[in-house]
């Protein structure tokens, strides 16, 4: 794959799992995007960056799921969106190239191979745009990636029944597609970023960073830099959407429950609930049918000041899942659009700000930290482009 950035005219967004609730929202944001900006533009963190890429308006939509439905009925069964926002759009957005998954019963081989014929087909509808793979699968049960040491400990060893996303995975890296991981699931073990470097393409993840966990690192990072020592911390979620609900499983939730509570020690430096010799960080999530999409978090932060004198803080964020988590994977592939066409290979730590569990081995941790490895990267992105055949846009 040529890396001119002039020779690109859009990105080509891959989605696995295209039809569930991000992925359903971000093909009504992408519609916007064309027709109606002002819907989407002004709450992407990249607008405006990178300014020598195609327009951030140019971006188009293909993936698989397992559902068969059209996109628009995903979108109305998901209820994240009233009609009023996308029924215009609803043929374009019936357009979208969405593919079968490769079947259940077919081996890891086989699914892969299947993959990559996928992305092939559908690179091929789109030859101006610059594809980057999305992985937005359900949260998968409990698997150990370090002990695969190569990619064919992958094909030989992973079941593609309990950790699908491997298959879609490997088919990325093979294809030399950037590869975005938005789910709680492991993809990003050292055998597929060993294929990754060779293929030298960038991989980002893991587990998107919307909601409470993104204002428990705003909180934890303010109170590390007052020296307000933290207590302990209650955190609730409710929220009735198919990520709820398969969350119930508690195989399922453990990855995203270690996501959501590791972080808070290493903001702050110390182990939350040292002084009653165990964990006082407690973090649930409840699927709760009534709110759909629309979550609800709820927050219990005790602090202490001077003296040891207690204080406390209620939190409660009255969110919307698939509304906070669309635009950050529309900026997330431009990021990586950014990256490969600057020649960035490997695992991008630097783009912890979006997620509850950055990959790599020392990601920044606190909110100001986050903030300046983005501007760190955003440079190194528009430098290295500079240099490239063709000079800027
Ligand atoms: N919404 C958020 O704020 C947020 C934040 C962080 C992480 N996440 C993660 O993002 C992921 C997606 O979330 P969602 O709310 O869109 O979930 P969802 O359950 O609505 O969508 C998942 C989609 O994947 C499809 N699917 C299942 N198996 C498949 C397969 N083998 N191949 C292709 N498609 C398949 C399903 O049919 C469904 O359409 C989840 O892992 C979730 O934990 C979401």
Redesign the pocket.
């Known amino acids: 794959m040529t890396r001119e950035h002039n020779s690109y005219k859009s990105l080509l967004i891959l989605a696995?799992?295209?039809?569930?609730?991000?992925?359903s929202t971000l093909a009504a944001s992408i519609s916007a995007l064309r027709h109606d900006p002002e819907k989407v533009l002004p709450y992407l963190t990249t607008a405006g960056k990178f300014p020598w890429l195609f327009p951030q308006e140019a971006v188009n939509l293909a993936g698989?799921?397992?559902?068969a439905h059209s996109m628009t009925s995903?979108i109305r069964e998901?209820g994240v969106l009233p009609a009023s926002a996308w029924a215009s759009s609803a043929d374009e957005i019936d357009r979208i190239q969405v593919l079968p998954?490769?079947p259940?019963n077919a081996s890891m081989a086989a699914q892969v191979d299947q993959i990559v014929h996928d992305i092939r087909t559908l690179t091929a509808c789109f030859p101006e745009s610059l594809p980057v793979f999305v992985n937005?699968?359900?949260?998968c049960g409990a698997v150990s990636p370090d002990v695969w040491q190569a990619a064919a400990d992958i094909v030989r060893h992973v079941n593609p029944v309990v950790f699908?996303d491997m298959a879609?995975a490997l088919g990325a890296v093979f294809a030399g597609i950037p590869i975005v991981n938005?789910?709680?699931?492991p993809i990003d073990c050292k055998a597929l970023v060993q294929e990754a470097v060779k293929s030298s393409i960038p991989v980002a993840g893991r587990?998107?960073?919307?909601?409470q966990t993104f204002f428990k690192v705003v909180l934890a990072s303010a109170f590390k830099a007052r020296n307000l020592q933290v207590d302990g911390w209650y955190s609730l979620n409710i929220l009735g959407?198919?990520?709820g609900k398969?969350?119930m499983d508690p195989e399922r939730a453990s990855g995203?429950l270690a996501n959501k509570t590791r972080l808070l020690d290493d903001i702050l430096g110390y182990p939350v609930g040292r002084r009653y010799g165990e964990a006082a960080h407690k973090v649930h999530i409840d699927y709760y049918p009534p709110r759909g999409d629309a979550?609800e978090a709820w927050d219990v932060i005790d602090l202490n000041g001077i003296f040891d004198m207690p204080m406390s803080l209620r939190v409660n964020l009255q969110g919307r899942?698939?509304i906070?988590?669309a635009p950050l994977v529309l900026d997330l592939a431009r990021w990586m659009a950014a990256l490969f066409l600057s020649g960035r290979k490997g695992l991008v730590p630097e783009l912890g700000f979006y997620f509850?569990k950055p990959v790599g081995d020392s990601p920044p941790v606190t909110f100001q930290e986050q903030l300046n490895c983005l501007q760190v990267l955003e440079q190194a992105c528009n430098d290295h482009v500079h240099y490239l055949p063709g000079g800027r846009l």
Do not use: M, Q, V
């Open positions: 696995a799992g295209a039809r569930g609730a991000i992925g698989w799921d397992i559902a995903a998901h998954a490769p259940a937005l699968l359900p949260a699908p879609y938005f789910t709680p699931n587990d998107g960073k919307t909601g959407n198919a990520d398969n969350l995203k979550k899942d698939s906070l988590a509850k």
